[in-house]
């Protein structure tokens, strides 16, 4: 967790992840590497915002919304991107903060950045319904962004994501790891990481209830762990996994082998094989015209 995280320096080394892996991401970013993404002007309750966005590949069906965890830019989605965009049309940004998008202060409770982003996808013309894809941290913004609009939601993906109840249930099961966590947050954390690790957990309780019914949801997992993880931590992580059922009505909890936390650099077709699913349930049909061939949900 030096100057060489922000530029992902760290993901290519074969060393031990860094704790914060552990807790909601690592900081880390992809070796493989995505076009750079381009600014758009949003207006924002603290004034216009410079957000940083790509957008690739094409498809009848939804586009395919990635957001990334704590303290990663858009490039952790460089193995996943070209297994979709043959296929789905693909949307990636940065939060502000992370990679090509300036910070901005204020709140970055998981009510704000979903709302940030809806906003993002409008202002880029990328209209719904939108299969959202979240790791980590991002799973949670997701999550609100799912409950804020869910008419606009064909399905969800949460890849390892972090339960509201996380930073929680770690105080209360695994305090060694705390306080290394609260010393990360003083000595290591940017400004943008320490904002939005502080109000992960806020605004969830002011969110709609979930869609009835709620949108198809799929959560995916590693099944195994390193020896730093293995005991307490792993037992708290894999409950609140479990729990999504209830919080997201996940249909189901798809263990992929292996203790990597970054299930879409180590699982890339996995993870475009669920995205495929999901997108053909929601589209079992298309209408118009060769070449204009637009998804025609099912009932």
Same mark, same amino acid.
């Given at each position: 967790?030096?100057?060489?995280?922000?530029?992902?320096?760290?993901?290519?080394?074969?060393?031990?992840?860094?704790?914060?892996?552990?807790?909601?991401?690592?900081?880390?970013?992809?070796?493989?590497?995505?076009?750079?993404?381009?600014?758009?002007?949003?207006?924002?309750?603290?004034?216009?915002?410079?957000?940083?966005?790509?957008?690739?590949?094409?498809?009848?069906?939804?586009?395919?919304?990635?957001?990334?965890?704590?303290?990663?830019?858009?490039?952790?989605?460089?193995?996943?991107?070209?297994?979709?965009?043959?296929?789905?049309?693909?949307?990636?940004?940065?939060?502000?903060?992370?990679?090509?998008?300036?910070?901005?202060?204020?709140?970055?409770?998981?009510?704000?950045?979903?709302?940030?982003?809806?906003?993002?996808?409008?202002?880029?013309?990328?209209? $719904?319904?939108?299969?959202?894809?979240?790791?980590?941290?991002?799973?949670?913004?997701?999550?609100?962004?799912?409950?804020?609009?869910?008419?606009?939601?064909?399905?969800?993906?949460?890849?390892?994501?972090?339960?509201?109840?996380?930073?929680?249930?770690?105080?209360?099961?695994?305090?060694?790891?705390?306080?290394?966590?609260?010393?990360?947050?003083?000595?290591?954390?940017?400004?943008?990481?320490?904002?939005?690790?502080?109000?992960?957990?806020?605004?969830?309780?002011?969110?709609?209830?979930?869609?009835?019914?709620? $949108?198809?949801?799929?959560?995916?997992?590693?099944?195994?762990?390193?020896?730093?993880?293995?005991?307490?931590?792993?037992?708290?992580?894999?409950?609140?996994?479990?729990?999504?059922?209830?919080?997201?009505?996940?249909?189901?909890?798809?263990?992929?082998?292996?203790?990597?936390?970054?299930?879409?650099?180590?699982?890339?077709?996995?993870?475009?094989?669920?995205?495929?699913?999901?997108?053909?349930?929601?589209?079992?049909?298309?209408?118009?015209?060769?070449?204009?061939?637009?998804?025609?949900?099912?009932?």
């Amino acid at each position: 967790m030096n100057s060489d995280v922000k530029h992902g320096a760290w993901a290519c080394k074969s060393g031990p992840r860094k704790l914060l892996a552990l807790l909601f991401s690592s900081l880390l970013l992809g070796c493989a590497s995505l076009p750079r993404p381009e600014p758009v002007s949003l207006s924002t309750p603290q004034g216009p915002q410079q957000l940083a966005r790509l957008q690739l590949g094409q498809g009848p069906g939804p586009t395919v919304v990635m957001q990334s965890g704590l303290g990663d830019s858009h490039e952790v989605w460089a193995d996943l991107v070209p297994l979709l965009t043959p296929r789905h049309p693909v949307f990636l940004y940065d939060r502000p903060g992370y990679g090509a998008s300036p910070r901005l202060a204020g709140s970055r409770d998981p009510c704000t950045v979903a709302r940030e982003l809806h906003a993002l996808l409008r202002q880029s013309g990328a209209q $719904p319904p939108y299969l959202l894809l979240g790791h980590s941290l991002g799973g949670l913004y997701q999550h609100a962004f799912a409950r804020l609009y869910p008419r606009e939601v064909a399905g969800l993906i949460l890849l390892e994501p972090t339960h509201p109840e996380h930073w929680a249930s770690m105080q209360r099961e695994t305090p060694g790891m705390v306080a290394t966590v609260r010393t990360l947050r003083s000595l290591v954390f940017s400004e943008a990481v320490r904002q939005e690790f502080d109000s992960h957990a806020d605004c969830l309780a002011e969110l709609p209830p979930l869609a009835n019914p709620p $949108p198809p949801a799929l959560l995916m997992a590693r099944t195994d762990w390193p020896l730093i993880e293995q005991g307490a931590f792993a037992a708290m992580v894999t409950r609140l996994w479990e729990d999504w059922r209830r919080l997201a009505a996940v249909q189901r909890v798809e263990r992929l082998p292996g203790d990597e936390h970054y299930l879409q650099r180590r699982h890339p077709q996995a993870v475009a094989a669920a995205v495929d699913r999901l997108v053909a349930a929601h589209c079992p049909r298309l209408q118009g015209e060769p070449g204009q061939r637009r998804c025609a949900p099912g009932p």
